[in-house]
């Protein structure tokens, strides 16, 4: 039994760099372990309720998770203290106790299994695995999930963490993303502060022009010639000007986009660069878009023509009209 759960196991290894041997101290290993274990714990309570028939029997049993969790625990299946390696793995090979129906066995195995290979091995800079993990998860659970498990890998400077695998091969060294670390741990407001509701409208008017400005007050509202609230934020994006952290792309002309809204998303769609993203909030997606074209700027834009395929190559160019300067605020 034991020797199938280390076939399964994901294997940490803690290599640090400041100690006789490198040597593990240990409330290294207790912070490590102790982070990954909290991540992983979120992770399952948030993959958990997001399965209807789970939630049902949760409404009913708050214990329900509780068992979960417990059967779930990660069990140390292998350790090596030579700079402190173990393989951790939860109790999956049997069936346990009987929740609900059989399939929850398989519910277990996939869940843990997407921990493993999609969120404690995930491709952090990687613009399409941040796209996924912002489809999947909202700013809450993205912390709660990304926040301790990146607290576990450190600075670097003390200690470095490696995914192994089961003969000790190193696979992985799991550093926090260089970029775009506030798209997987967004900062939430704690305080809520009760505004007045508003609606989105679209509204066609009558307004009397400043130069080349509008200066929308009442005085210069003649008549109001159509006015309808929209259901959804889907008012027009055109940008001229895309800003990406510290990068600010002057474009020359606006983008023409397309807004829909289906299946409880938001879908910001972009003919000319093949572009489609979406979010759960007006904001979400375009900050998506944002990234996205920023995304576009880096693997095309600025990479050399040998190295791109003739598609990639008109997409570059297509850049090229459309991006009229970049400025960089760092």
């Not at 277990?108 to 921990?115: F, G, L, N, S, V």
């Not at 939430?188 to 007050?217: C, H, W």
């Not at 979010?279 to 700027?297: C, H, I, M, P």
């Amino acid at each position: 039994m034991i020797e199938k759960l280390k076939d399964i196991a994901f294997r940490i290894h803690i290599d640090p760099l400041k100690t006789v041997e490198h040597a593990a101290k240990v409330e290294t290993v207790i912070k490590v372990l102790s982070d990954i274990y909290q991540s992983y714990n979120n992770y399952l309570e948030i993959e958990f309720l997001r399965n209807e028939e789970f939630r049902k029997v949760f409404e009913s049993n708050k214990k329900v998770l509780d068992t979960i969790k417990e059967e779930l625990s990660l069990l140390v299946v292998d350790l090596n203290f030579s700079s402190f390696e173990a393989a951790l793995a939860p109790n999956i090979i049997e069936l346990q106790s009987p929740i609900f129906k059989n399939e929850v066995l398989e519910w277990k195995r996939e869940t843990y299994d997407k921990y493993k290979n999609s969120i404690i091995s995930g491709d952090f800079d990687n613009p399409n695995y941040l796209l996924k993990i912002v489809k999947r998860y909202n700013d809450e659970e993205r912390v709660k999930i990304f926040k301790p498990l990146f607290s576990s890998f450190g600075d670097g400077k003390e200690y470095r963490i490696n995914i192994k695998d089961k003969n000790h091969k190193i696979l992985k060294t799991l550093i926090q993303p260089e970029k775009n670390k506030e798209f997987f741990i967004p900062k939430i407001s704690v305080e809520k502060i009760d505004l007045p509701e508003y609606s989105t409208v679209q509204v066609f008017a009558k307004i009397r022009k400043q130069g080349d400005k509008f200066n929308l007050n009442q005085r210069n509202l003649k008549e109001i010639l159509y006015l309808e609230e929209l259901e959804h934020d889907t008012y027009p994006f055109k940008p001229d000007l895309i800003k990406f952290q510290n990068i600010i792309f002057v474009l020359s002309k606006n983008l023409e986009c397309i807004v829909e809204f289906e299946d409880d998303n938001y879908i910001i769609k972009n003919e000319e660069l093949d572009l489609i993203v979406w979010g759960e909030t007006r904001k979400e997606v375009e900050d998506a878009f944002n990234f996205s074209f920023y995304s576009l700027y880096t693997n095309y834009f600025l990479e050399d023509d040998s190295k791109l395929s003739d598609g990639a190559i008109r997409l570059k160019n297509g850049l090229k009209t459309i991006i009229k300067s970049v400025i960089n605020e760092a």
